[in-house]
């Protein structure tokens, strides 16, 4: 069965972007807009791999890192995010955040190897 | 019967007739004596009657030119004081209507005198001012409301340097009811001859002026997101694009595409950073860095224009060097340095980066073999949207915001920047900050 990824980003260009970059690693992907939607996906199916955003309506990443811990629904977590401050980073850190990219530094190569390591 | 007098009687008589003859001789010439004494004595009188008489006409005239020249006097003087009250006036209206607080202290610091505006806009009567010192009139506060101390202020300085002074760092005065606003300060030192006798304060109220840098500053934050996400899925799409198995031209061009956007995307975190530190709305954040990994890092970032340009890169740094301090904001300042060293130094030039610990400070240089600063325009560098007249436009694109940022985010580290330049030999910018 083909892997199974989840997006959690509230800027939709870039979600479905990401998406159908994705399609080409032939993998299923779910996209959602907030922190909820994803949890509600989350607990629907455990993906192989959570494209995380931070800052999202409704709830944000963190409420849905400490969700996904409380509720045991592990998975491998790449944020991608917009805040480059150590705390955010510490924070997502301690919550066995596998890689953190800051959208605006141009670490773009580092990426997609990230990313394709979860779908193999 | 008729008696004859005898002769004996009658020489008797003509004997006294005759004294009484020669007595009365003697008495007339006594009276033509004495006469003869008076008339002399009148002419005398008359002489000095007639003397006292040119000296009274002589104080008489000399009592009348008195006069005149005391009406003269004092007409003067009254012209005199109508002269200088209306200079006084004058002064004052002029001192009154500037608009713009004005204050003017002793040497110490005392207050001398307010204008209206000065009471207008910190709520202080003038009677209310006189010799108090002016810290406890006009407290001083950044822009956290934290007071700012005695010895930092601008009033010291002038006193101290003799030197006008202009307030370039955000502050604001505190009114009497405890509100606060954004001013422009200027305070030149007053001299009399050669002593120094106080300073004097002009202060503006900035308020509208730090709205609209506000506004300008959101509108360039706001401007500079809405660009940066569709930029990031650009890029990313590019960067996945990459590592496709394209032919060699289609490889070629995703690349240049991609370099070419992540140049964008880098100015534009440079613009929001911009209108950050313009805000004061940056904090510097306090992480160990190791300096020779960092450096790697930084010229890695630059790599593909080195190699373009064929320029050579020294690094110099001592193993296991650790440093205390924000590394988001150290790699800005040197990529940046890095950036316009690569840029202003001609094909096969010659780039290096030296850090090392200078006492309690680090030291970084970056020198270049490039075109160099002109002399007369060294001391712009620090200027928003500078750019040396000796670059060639189309030689390499640049914005002049570089090394003001580099020079704002310096500061925010608490280091300081200096640079030695000569034209066509190149330029070392050296970089000293607290660990």
Redesign the interface.
Known sequence: MSKHVLIAEDDSSLAEMMGKVLHKYNVRVTITYNGQEALQALEKEVPDLLLLDVLMPVLDGHCVLKTMKEKRLDCPVIVLSNLSDRMTREKCKKMDVKNYFVKNDMDDDDLWPAIEKYLQ | MSKKPSISASKKIALKLRVLAREKEVTRRKLVVTAKKLRIKARQLAVTAREKEVVRRKLVVTAKKLKLSYETLEKKILERTKDLEQVRAKDEAILASIGDGLVATDNNGRILLVNKAFERLMGWKETDTHGKHLSTILPMVDSNGKAIAESERLIMNALKNRTTTISTTSVYYKRKNGSSFPVAITVAPIFIGNRLIGAVKVFRDITKEKEIEKARSEFMSIASHQL???L??I??????L??EHLPEEQQKLVHTA?ETS?HM??T??RMLMISHLEEDGMQP?N?EVDMLTLLENVSR?HDAHRQRNGLELTLQCPQNLLVRTDK?LLVEILDNLLSNAYKYTAKGGKVSMRAAKEGAAIRIDVADTGYGIPQKEQKRIPEKFFRASNIASPVEAGTGIGLYMVYNIVRLIGGTISFVSKENKGTTFTLLFPS
């Open positions: 940066r996400t569709p990031t899925a890029r990313w799409v590019l960067s996945s990459k590592r991609h992540t995307a880098a534009i975190k954040e992480v970032l988001q």
